[in-house]
């Protein structure tokens, strides 16, 4: 379903996946399960951003259904040191995935549990998406240099202070946001006649859970799923399939599912009619804040037929799942220069990028904090297909 690519050889991925299979054992069934599938709303917001004008009257009609939300630029925590050139050859969006009913609800204690990075390039239209595990311990960028969760970061300053925390982490020049939550995702879906994915032997008893969970929070009915392969699911099973947690590597994998739904729901997007958008941006629009303005969302849609699905990948490349006294399970970045680094290159292309002081602070007290250090990085990119 996917071909890698590996940046740099060398890893340690034999003890990784051990460390990642006895922390995914030890974690409890969440009810949160049901949040990460914003993460793949989230996208589907991006791709209607983008397919929604096949005129600029078109855009105008609908535009006004999306939630406005203006950031203060002077205050985003790029760092001082941070050469942004390169940089500015590509629009990078954050989507933030909550799972508060009411997506107008910023900041006031609803956490991030779904947070992606979309990188487009201006000259080759190429997007390409990132995941950071919500998990991810970080330094929230709030003047406290207090070590959290990354998904804390939005529960305690909204997307001003997601943003922030991401640029001073990640060594990054985002502007601008998206967030979205789960409402009307399973609509989304089936307004484009539902999405082709590969479901295998041992997902199908936590998707018919999840399947059954979602149509009691939709109440949209749906059969369940009894077979594997390649299979078209209706919006309520892929919505399922997104937040299926309990298999293969937890949460590292049901990033990857998120990835996979995107880029199918992506292509047939493209390939869509007008009045097939038109249905999926009315149940899409209402649930989505943004700080794009209308001239960036009109520019963005005029390369619409441009753009094509890039790599795709989970953040951070190298890391240890643990368990912390206070702030729980974990994923500590081996170590975050070196991550960051890699990031860089996979983003932009830049070899041998050498973080700011600013994340090799940040990287020395996360290291300090857990004991935990630099590892041999892989990263293996995806391309759905």
Same mark, same amino acid.
């Given at each position: 379903?996917?071909?890698?690519?590996?940046? %740099?050889?060398?890893?340690?991925?034999?003890?990784?996946?051990?460390?990642?299979?006895?922390?995914n054992k030890?974690?409890?069934?969440?009810?949160?399960?049901?949040?990460?599938?914003v993460?793949?709303?989230a996208?589907i917001?991006?791709?209607?951003?983008?397919?929604?004008?096949?005129?600029?009257?078109?855009?105008?009609?609908?535009?006004?259904? =999306?939630?406005?939300v203006?950031?203060?630029? %002077?205050?985003?925590?790029?760092? %001082?040191?941070l050469?942004v050139s390169?940089?500015?050859?590509?629009?990078?969006?954050?989507?933030?995935?909550?799972?508060s009913?009411?997506?107008t609800n910023?900041?006031?204690?609803?956490?991030?549990d779904?947070?992606?990075?979309?990188?487009i390039?201006n *000259?080759?239209?190429?997007?390409?998406?990132v995941s950071?595990?919500?998990?991810?311990?970080?330094?929230? *960028?709030?003047?406290?240099?207090?070590t959290?969760?990354?998904n804390?970061?939005?529960?305690?300053?909204?997307?001003?202070?997601?943003?922030?925390?991401l640029?001073?982490?990640?060594?990054l020049?985002?502007?601008d946001?998206?967030?979205v939550n789960?409402?009307?995702?399973?609509k989304?879906?089936?307004?484009l006649?539902?999405?082709?994915?590969h479901?295998?032997?041992?997902?199908?008893? =936590?998707?018919?859970?999840?399947?059954?969970?979602q149509?009691?929070v939709?109440?949209?009915?749906?059969?369940?799923?009894?077979?594997?392969g390649?299979?078209?699911?209706?919006?309520?099973?892929a919505?399922?399939?997104?937040? =299926?947690?309990?298999?293969?590597?937890?949460?590292?994998?049901?990033?990857?599912?998120?990835?996979?739904?995107l880029?199918?729901?992506?292509?047939? #997007?493209?390939?869509?009619?007008?009045?097939?958008i038109?249905?999926?941006?009315?149940?899409?629009f209402?649930?989505?804040?943004t700080?794009l303005?209308?001239e960036?969302?009109?520019a963005? #849609?005029?390369?619409v037929f441009?753009?094509?699905m890039?790599?795709?990948?989970?953040?951070?490349?190298?890391?240890t799942?643990?368990?912390? %006294?206070?702030?729980?399970?974990?994923?500590?970045?081996?170590?975050?220069?070196?991550?960051?680094?890699?990031?860089?290159?996979?983003?932009?292309?830049?070899?041998?990028?050498v973080?700011?002081s600013k994340?090799q602070?940040?990287?020395?007290?996360?290291?300090n904090e857990?004991?935990?250090? #630099?590892q041999?990085?892989?990263?293996?990119p995806?391309?759905? *297909?």
């Open positions: 379903m996917s071909k890698n690519k590996d940046i %740099e050889k060398n890893s340690n991925t034999k003890n990784n996946s051990q460390k990642k299979s006895n922390h030890n974690k409890k069934s969440d009810k949160s399960i049901l949040k990460w599938v993460a793949l709303f996208e917001i991006i791709l209607g951003l983008l397919i929604v004008a096949y005129s600029l009257y078109y855009v105008d009609s609908k535009i006004e259904k =999306i939630n406005k203006e950031i203060d630029e %002077e205050d985003l925590a790029i760092n %001082e040191e050469d390169n940089q500015e050859n590509y629009k990078t969006i954050a989507l933030f995935g909550v799972d009913r009411d997506v910023l900041g006031q204690g609803t956490r991030s779904a947070i992606m990075i979309a990188s390039n *000259e080759t239209k190429e997007v390409k998406i950071i595990y919500r998990d991810t311990l970080l330094e929230i *960028e709030n003047d406290s240099g207090i959290a969760k990354v804390a970061a939005y529960s305690y300053g909204g997307p001003q202070l997601a943003i922030k925390t640029n001073a982490n990640l060594d020049q985002i502007t946001f998206v967030t789960f409402l009307g995702l399973t989304a879906i089936d307004d006649g539902g999405i082709t994915v479901v295998e032997e041992n997902e199908l008893p =936590i998707l018919n859970l999840a399947i059954t969970e149509i009691a939709t109440g949209i009915y749906s059969d369940g799923v009894f077979t594997t390649d299979l078209l699911l209706n919006g309520t099973q919505t399922a399939y997104a937040r =299926i947690r309990s298999t293969d590597q937890g949460d590292i994998t049901r990033t990857e599912r998120q990835r996979d739904v880029s199918k729901a992506f292509a047939k #997007a493209k390939a869509s009619d007008l009045a097939t038109d249905s999926v941006i009315d149940d899409v209402p649930q989505i804040a700080s303005t209308e960036e969302i009109k963005l #849609a005029k390369a441009e753009y094509q890039g790599d795709t990948v989970g953040f951070p490349f190298a890391y799942p643990t368990t912390h %006294e206070t702030k729980g399970s974990i994923i500590v970045p081996a170590d975050l220069a070196s991550n960051v680094s890699a990031l860089h290159e996979f983003l932009f292309g830049e070899v041998g990028y973080p700011t994340v602070g940040i990287s020395s007290s996360i290291q857990t004991g935990i250090g #630099a041999p990085i892989t990263v293996t995806q391309t759905f *297909e």
